[in-house]
Every structure is written in C-alpha cells, then in structure tokens.
C-alpha cells in the first residue's frame, strides 16, 4: 500500500462543460497508462490542494474511484493551472505496475553550504534541475540531495557520478560526468553574463542586418515591377 491514498469518482462530464464543476469546488482529471484506457475522474478541489502540498511527482499514490474493488497505484504527471491565480484546472495521474521498471525525471536539491563560498567569494551555480533514471516506481525517490558542503575551493563541483545513490535500485541515465553544481568565481561569473549579452547583441544585429537586406530586395523588386 502506498502511504498516501485518494478518493475521487468517475466524471461524466467532459469537454468546455467542466467549468460548472470547477464553480462547484470540483476538479476534472484522468487516469492514463501504458496500454490502458484514459479515465475521466474528478476529485474535491480542497482535498488535491492538500495533496498536491504532500506529494511530489514520483510519490506512489493509492488511487481509489468509486464503484472500483480495488485502489489503482498512481503517480501525479501534469497539474494544469490558470496563469493568472494559480487556481487547478486539471491533473494527469499515471497508473503503475509495481513490478515493471519505468523512467522518472528526479529533482535535485542543494542541501548545506559550500565554504567556498563564504571563505572566498565564490558564487554557488545549478547546473543541473534534474536528472533522468529508471526503476521500480516503488524505489524512485520524490528528489535527490546534492550536500555542496565538500566545495571547499573554487572550482569544485558535485558531479551525477556522486550523487547518494544505490546503484542497485536506481539506474541512473543521465551522463556520470554532468556538473550538478559547482562554486564559481565571481569574476568568471561576470565575464561570462558579458558575453551572454554580448552575444545577444550581436544576434540582434544580425537578424536587423538581414531584415534590412530583406526590405531592400523588396523594394528593388517592386521598383521593377513598375519598371
């Protein structure tokens, strides 16, 4: 059993219709997975908030819909939001086999603090969001943290091949030798915002270049039409 669980029923309603439902406190989802039909569920818009507040992405969700015997093993894939309140509009729930491997992304996040930082000046960077693996869904961890207390210098770096993970459950496809974080000096860190900005100066200026060519031919080409 999982260590979250979730009522929802079946949804009858479909298409532009379920506006009334949200209205009514209610959001649409479905149910998808590998060769299963896609369902049509809807849940108590209250009860997902606090949900989605629990449960990150690769959490294993017991999926209860009314008039089924049985719970179906589930995982959060796509919460749709309206941009401008955040209020839910839709969630995706994928369903499971817990005894076939499937491929996750993983969030990464920073944990500590690298003395590099505070001894020398140095700027934390993220390399990395994220990385992809596959395993058990049971074996797949909502994140992975990355201790950036060994960056003791600058330069150091925290790569995929370091990360605290067992290799016997999680089979990570990401490359071993992507930087995950690294400290860098401040000085780098300026010159290489400098030539972002200057490289996006001169992509501006090459696509106003081309456009003015591009207008000349025009206007030659209507100039000999008249012609």
Do not use: C, W
């Not at 995706?92 to 001894?119: C, H, N």
């Not at 074996?139 to 943290?145: A, L, Q």
């Not at 206007?219 to 000999?224: F, L």
């Amino acid at each position: 059993m999982a260590d979250i669980e979730l009522s929802v029923k079946p949804r009858r309603v479909l298409g532009k219709k379920v506006a009334a439902l949200r209205r009514q406190g209610v959001t649409p989802a479905n149910v998808y997975g590998r060769n299963l039909e896609s369902k049509a569920v809807e849940v108590e818009t209250v009860v997902l908030t606090h949900l989605l507040r629990s449960a990150g992405r690769n959490v294993i969700i017991d999926l209860h819909i009314e008039g089924e015997d049985s719970p179906r093993p589930v995982m959060l894939r796509a919460v749709q939001r309206e941009p401008a309140t955040s209020k839910l509009l839709h969630v995706d729930f994928y369903q499971v086999s817990l005894t076939q491997k499937m491929r996750a992304e993983v969030p990464l996040i920073l944990v500590g603090e690298a003395p590099a930082v505070a001894e020398f000046g140095g700027i934390l960077l993220q390399s990395l969001d994220s990385i992809s693996v596959e395993a058990l869904p049971g074996d797949i961890p909502p994140h992975v943290e990355v201790d950036v207390s060994t960056l003791a210098r600058l330069d150091d770096a925290v790569h995929v091949r370091e990360l605290p993970i067992d290799p016997t459950k999680l089979y990570v496809m990401t490359d071993a030798e992507l930087v995950v974080a690294k400290v860098a000096a401040p000085r780098l860190v300026a010159a290489e915002e400098a030539e972002e900005v200057a490289a996006e100066a001169a992509a501006e200026a090459v696509a106003a270049a081309e456009e003015e060519a591009k207008e000349e031919k025009e206007e030659e080409a209507a100039e000999e039409g008249q012609d």
